[in-house]
């Protein structure tokens, strides 16, 4: 039951709201201005707990202030967002951070060092809610900023965001060129954790590039140079990086380990952001894995965090990925709903791959559910992203498996007998087969090129595509109709997701269940399996 004090709070909001506004404007800002008051001696030395409520009084005092007042109050303001916005318990909700950093923006310039700060803040809001337009934009006014008060830490780090987002805009020349420059601004500091930083970023150069041990020699070389940096999660952050190369490089146990000592530290320093971010990339490696009761609860976690926070980039990873494990567990409503929210915030954001590797995997679940033509254009687009970002290197493994796949859920359609109602399996077209092996010598081409160990996606996709295609062309040399659902080999789907689909046919379409049952009784067993 509700207390005494919270019914009467209820019940009297609005006659307290309606008696505030009967007061003058100068009144008004007078009671603000006393709350401010009041507040700062209950938090001495604790303000950095109420900073953001101060600077709402603040600003909410502003208005009915004299001239006199207005500009202390405006600087009083200022004090407590930036305040806020570096605070150790500072803001989780990037819109938040961008909403509070762009009001320091606005008002009028009292402390260069604090508008640096909001603008710092500003662009890192913005990396995880806004557009790639808009973050590049930020970084640009946060280079000049740096570069006219002469902060070469903050010039070093915003030269590094735009190198970064050269390279999500497939520019590598152009990111190569900001890295020299950050480098070099990071040498004229003298700091050792400032050069650690920018040789861990330009590891992503080498990495973009295909070269996978320089990548991970500088990444190790960066570690215990900003062990001792006074960011506390710089480090930490290092070490992400290299587990996700490893990850990237199929080293998934080494990735796994790191990922979990890495959960544990940023715990340690409160940082739910950092928890995140572990849980998300531990879900994705359980994922691979097959190990989806351990995928589901991390995954979940990080989605919960990132759609709190505003994190749409890390929202469209973990929504993905959280999409992929419902329909390896048959729930494919979810992950409908799932992949369309992943898709939203992927575009959002602006970054070609994300977007990419959304769309493959929304191609893949309408394949899955029988809508051949729709996968198609899903994963042309999907292809037409990642050449926009110049990262034709990820095709084969993304994007030419769900072409595999459609091209033989195409060859292997139930066909009627001629001159009667009657339907039956053929065996699958013969004028397919060209185009699998085509697709199929790009995937291994892809394959021979890569310089990564085992247990990699383009590994994975060469394999699947095999067993695919050998499945097929045994069956046109048998006469026979092959073992393929939609695009998949039976023996490729879990139970779960066979019963699921199995369901799903026989609630939209009952007749397509019944062809399929009485056409080809062997393919139906298997799925029934």
């Known amino acids: 039951m509700a207390s005494a004090e919270e019914i009467y709070l209820f019940r009297h909001a609005v006659y307290r709201e309606a008696a505030y506004h009967l007061q003058v404007p100068s009144a008004r800002s007078g009671l603000h201005r006393a709350v401010i008051a009041i507040i700062e001696r209950a938090w001495r030395g604790r303000l950095g707990e109420v900073c953001i409520e101060l600077a ?45 950093a762009g009001r320091v923006l606005a008002l009028p310039e009292f402390w260069p060092a604090a508008r640096l700060t909001a603008q710092a803040e500003f662009a890192g809001g913005l990396r995880n809610y806004g557009r790639l337009e808009d973050v590049t934009r930020a970084y640009e006014d946060l280079c000049r900023m740096a570069a006219e008060q002469g902060d070469l830490a903050r010039y070093s780090d915003a030269l590094i965001q735009r190198a970064l987002f050269a390279l999500h805009e497939g520019d590598d020349v152009a990111a190569e060129q900001y890295f020299d420059r950050a480098q070099k601004a990071a ?32 990444m190790r070389e960066a570690v215990p140079l900003v062990e001792h940096s006074t960011r506390g999660s710089l480090a930490l952050a290092v070490r ?62 990080a989605m919960q965090f990132h ?9 469209a990873f973990s ?47 309408e394949l899955m559910c029988g809508h051949e033509q729709t996968a198609q254009e899903l994963v042309e687009q999907a292809r037409a992203e990642f050449e926009a970002a110049r990262s034709n290197v990820y095709i084969p493994e993304y994007c ?5 796949r459609i091209a033989a859920a195409m060859a292997t359609t139930v066909l009627a007998q001629r001159g009667t109602s009657r339907l039956r399996a053929e065996p699958p077209q013969r004028r397919w087969l060209p185009v699998m092996r085509q697709i199929m010598a ?16 383009i590994e994975a996709a060469a394999m699947a595509g095999r067993a695919l295609l050998a499945e097929l062309e045994a069956a046109v040399a048998g006469n026979r109709p092959a073992l393929v659902f939609r695009g998949w080999l039976a023996g490729e789907l879990r139970p779960a997701q066979r019963k699921a689909l199995l369901a799903r046919m026989h609630k939209r379409s009952p007749s397509q269940a019944q062809a399929l049952r009485q056409s080809h009784p062997a393919l139906w067993a298997a799925m029934s399996a």
């Open 442 to 457: 790009g995937i291994e081409a892809a394959l021979a090129v890569n310089r990564r160990p085992h247990g990699t996606l």
């Open 56 to 100: 709402r009084h603040a600003r909410a005092a502003q208005d009915g202030a004299s001239a006199a007042e207005l500009a202390g109050l405006q600087q009083l303001e200022v004090q407590y967002l930036v305040l806020g916005l570096v605070a150790p318990n500072r803001m989780d909700s990037a819109q938040a951070i961008v909403e509070s």
């Open 307 to 315: 759609v709190r926070a505003g994190i749409r980039t890390s929202h």
């Open 400 to 404: 030419d498996i769900v072409r595999l």
């Open 319 to 365: 929504a993905t990925n959280l999409a992929e494990v419902c329909m390896l567990q048959g729930r494919f409503d979810e992950a409908q709903s799932l992949l369309d929210a992943a898709l939203d915030s992927a575009r959002e954001t602006g970054i070609h791959q994300r977007s990419a590797a959304v769309l493959v995997a929304r191609a893949g679940f």
């Open 187 to 218: 040498e004229e500091l003298g700091s050792g954790s400032a050069i650690g930083w920018v040789m861990a970023a330009r590891a992503n150069l080498h990495d973009f590039r295909g070269d996978f041990a320089t990548a991970e020699r500088l």
């Open 240 to 301: 992400g990086n290299l587990a996700n190369l490893l990850a990237q490089q199929g080293r998934r146990d080494e990735a796994i380990a790191e990922y979990l000592r890495l959960r544990e530290e940023f715990a340690a320093l409160d940082s739910q952001s950092g928890v995140a971010t572990a849980h998300s990339n531990l879900g994705r490696q359980y994922l691979l894995e097959g190990r989806l009761e351990e995928a589901e609860p991390m995954i979940r976690q």
